[in-house]
């Protein structure tokens, strides 16, 4: 066994190196490609890894060459390719463990790791296509696997992972790198060989080829013709991407420049480009707003937090968002929806901020005036809410809302009444041609105005003054109505009352009138008759005589009424109280009231309730209401009187279950000489409300058929 003598031919070895640099710097671009590259990514990574593989080979197979060895320079063809396709799958396992978007030091390792096995496997199996003996000695070895690994590491570091250099860094960084690289190659070949020794080997068999130094230049032409193309392969490609970038970058800034206001500043907020739409709002030329920061357009509108929020949120890297209002050059306001995007550098550091605006001062305008608006049908509906009972109906008339007051005057709950349709509260008042008038003019889309009569949860009755609005659609049909309402159960009951006492103060005229004529008569009538009486011996006659006397007491009693309304006697008013008086009064109808089989019930809110009263009529008054309600109820039934003092007022209220008044009835009862009695005269209820006018009261009268009929007297009350 013979130890060989080595020595390097330096121009081949230069060659060599020449080469690998060029395999590294194609191989590191294509695999740059592959990160930043939507399409083509396997193609680029094959070729990036057959670049950095073909590196290595071409380092070590003519770093081997360049050897001077004793005796003829032999190879094995078939070892050498296995060498070639080692250096590439290691290349491309280098590769994978670093195409992760997000890297850490451990892929870093890795990579490092298969690059390290790539030259060293690639150099041993050299040796072997060589057919010469060799050993390592140890520690040159392992010196030279720790420089290698290293050298590998720190050129990926630099170029994939370090966050101290920004994206524009990388023109110079590839070079860069591809020089360490080839730096980390050639090393490990020079260190590899320096520390192996070769030997000759004895009795080999092994079918050699030996290379003709003319041959050599050849390989050298081809291996630098291979890379040369991937090298313009690599550069066509990015100019490619960059052509395309280059265009996608001019779309997206005439776009920016229809649609939006933008500018960038540098980190403390100097502005250092705007674009047209910019100078064309601030109405500021661009000289004007270049070098200057935002605070030429502050309009004093947003407080100093604002801005203090806004540039710590920018200043952490993150995006900020809102609505700004700025102040042009010529005084004029207007507000700018703003995103403001910080680019950050490797460090996390901002080192610019790009603001996109668009202009929203017609929206915000437009956002303003809908606010006075809302404000101004707010305050109507307030006032409405305060002043009116409100409902609005579907096209069926099924109530979907209704105000406070609505719920306050029915007595039905809210939830009652929603869902339900007017005819809850329907009286009976009205008459079916009423409501089937009322419908059909809504129902063609016109203003219903009238008054109705309803009734509350409670029995009570009220009057409201009504307007119906319908809401058509577009095809002129009603799709909703609002019912605004007013209460007018006081004014209803004062014209009532009014109504009444003009059929009083009739009645007095005639009274006054005829009164003083007929007693007259009347007194000479009676005289004769009963003188006549007294001589008179036939029955028969003396039972003419009778009737004639009675009728002449008919008439005088009528004239007696008559003489109450045309000239009321003086009301001697003394202050009694009144719930004594009631008792009384149903005490001495309680015999008629059983006979008739009608029940009698009071009910009082106090026991003592004094008022200003004469009290023999307003036991008339009593007396009246009382026995018309017991004998409003043929088959006999419940008579109520309740005394309730509300508001320095005493309500006294007589309820019968009767048949009830009807409508038509109802508007005459009050009237001279008009009853529904066979033996009445019809003046009877008309004393009564003199005698209650008399006291400063009033007389309301509410009746729905086959429910019954309420007297209501209102008098003052005497307050403790």
């Known amino acids: 066994m013979e130890t060989l003598e080595l020595s390097f031919n330096p121009v081949l070895l230069l060659?060599?190196?020449?080469?690998?640099?060029?395999?590294?710097?194609?191989?590191?671009?294509?695999?740059?490609?592959?990160?930043?590259?939507?399409?083509n990514k396997r193609f680029l990574f094959v070729g990036a890894s057959f670049s950095l593989g073909m590196g290595i080979w071409i380092l070590n197979f003519f770093g081997i060459l360049s050897l001077n060895v004793h005796g003829d320079m032999t190879f094995q063809v078939p070892i050498n390719i296995l060498a070639i396709l080692?250096?590439?799958?290691?290349?491309?396992?280098?590769?994978?463990?670093?195409?992760?978007?997000?890297?850490?030091?451990?892929?870093?390792?890795?990579?490092?790791?298969?690059?390290?096995?790539?030259?060293?496997?690639?150099?041993?199996?050299?040796?072997?296509s060589m057919n010469v003996g060799f050993r390592y000695q140890p520690m040159i070895l392992i010196v030279a696997l720790v420089l290698v690994y290293s050298s590998f590491f720190f050129s990926f570091w630099i170029l994939f992972y370090s966050k101290g250099f920004s994206q524009s860094s990388h023109v110079w960084l590839k070079p860069l790198t591809a020089l360490v690289t080839t730096g980390a190659i050639v090393e490990g070949h020079l260190l590899l060989t320096r520390a192996t020794t070769l030997y000759s080997l004895e009795n080999e068999q092994v079918h050699r080829i030996t290379i003709p130094e003319s041959f050599i230049g050849y390989i050298i032409l081809f291996v630098a013709v291979v890379i040369l193309g991937g090298l313009i392969t690599s550069s066509a490609l990015m100019s490619k991407r960059l052509a395309v970038s280059d265009t996608n970058l001019k779309d997206i800034t005439d776009a920016l420049n229809v649609s939006s206001i933008v500018a960038i500043t540098d980190p403390r907020g100097n502005i250092t480009y705007v674009n047209d739409k910019f100078v064309e709002i601030s109405k500021y030329t661009e000289e004007e707003l270049l070098g200057q920061n935002h605070s030429i357009l502050n309009s004093g509108y947003h407080s100093k937090e604002f801005f203090k929020q806004m540039w710590a949120t920018i200043g952490s890297g993150k995006k900020w968002e809102g609505e700004i209002r700025n102040r042009a050059k010529d005084g004029s306001f207007y507000w700018v929806d703003t995103t403001i995007v910080p680019f950050l550098n490797r460090k996390g550091k901002p080192y610019q901020y790009v603001s996109i605006r668009s202009d929203i001062t017609s929206r915000k305008s437009a956002e303003a005036s809908l606010r006075e608006s809302l404000k101004e049908i707010k305050d109507y509906k307030f006032a409405i809410d305060e002043s009116a009972i409100v409902a609005f109906t579907d096209e069926k008339g099924i109530i979907k809302s209704v105000n406070d007051k609505f719920v306050e005057i029915s007595k039905y709950s809210r939830e009652e009444l929603i869902g339900h349709d007017h005819r809850i509260l329907n009286s009976g008042f009205h008459s079916k041609g009423f409501f089937k008038d009322l419908w059909r003019t809504i129902g063609n889309g016109e203003v219903w105005k009238g008054e109705i009569r309803n009734k509350a949860k409670d029995g009570s009755?009220?009057?409201?003054?009504?307007?119906?609005v319908p809401f058509l659609k577009d095809n002129?049909?009603?799709?909703?109505?609002?019912a605004i309402r007013s209460d007018i159960t006081e004014r209803k009951q004062s014209e009532e009352l009014l109504h009444r006492q003009d059929k009083l103060a009739a009645v007095g005229q005639l009274a006054a009138g005829v009164a003083h004529?007929?007693?007259n008569p009347l007194t000479s009538?009676?005289?004769?008759?009963?003188?006549?009486?007294l001589d008179e011996e036939d029955p028969q006659r003396r039972e003419f005589i009778d009737i004639i006397l009675d009728e002449i007491d008919r008439v005088n009693n009528i004239v007696e009424e008559f003489m109450v309304l045309a000239k009321p006697k003086v009301v001697e008013l003394e202050e009694r109280n009144i719930i004594p008086i009631l008792k009384n009064i149903l005490s001495l109808l309680e015999f008629e009231a059983r006979k008739r089989n009608v029940m009698l019930h009071l009910d009082a809110d106090k026991d003592i309730v004094q008022i200003e009263c004469d009290e023999n009529r307003l036991k008339q008054v009593f007396l009246n209401f009382i026995k018309n309600g017991i004998e409003a109820m043929p088959s006999g039934g419940d008579l109520y009187v309740r005394a309730e003092v509300t508001d320095n007022n005493i309500e006294i209220s007589i309820q019968d279950t009767?048949?009830?008044i009807p409508p038509e009835t109802l508007k005459k009862i009050g009237e001279p000489f008009y009853t529904t009695k066979k033996?009445?005269?019809?003046?009877?209820?008309?004393?009564?409300?003199?005698?209650?006018?008399?006291h400063n009261g009033k007389v309301y009268i509410e009746s729905e058929q086959n429910v019954g009929t309420t007297f209501k007297i209102l008098l003052p009350a005497k307050t403790a």
Request: charge should be positive; proline fraction near 1%; avoid cysteine.
């Open 517 to 519: 004529e007929i007693r």
């Open 15 to 39: 060659v060599a190196i020449v080469l690998t640099l060029m395999a590294s710097y194609t191989a590191l671009d294509l695999f740059f490609l592959v990160k930043t590259s939507l399409k």
């Open 679 to 694: 033996n009445g005269n019809g003046l009877g209820l008309m004393v009564s409300f003199k005698i209650i006018e008399s």
């Open 525 to 533: 009538m009676k005289g004769y008759a009963e003188f006549l009486q």
């Open 86 to 128: 080692l250096g590439i799958i290691f290349s491309a396992m280098a590769f994978l463990a670093i195409s992760a978007k997000e890297l850490n030091l451990r892929q870093l390792f890795i990579s490092s790791g298969f690059m390290t096995v790539a030259v060293i496997a690639v150099h041993i199996i050299g040796l072997f």
């Open 476 to 482: 002129g049909k009603p799709y909703q109505y609002l």
């Open 461 to 468: 009755f009220y009057w409201v003054d009504t307007t119906i």
């Open 658 to 660: 009767g048949v009830g």
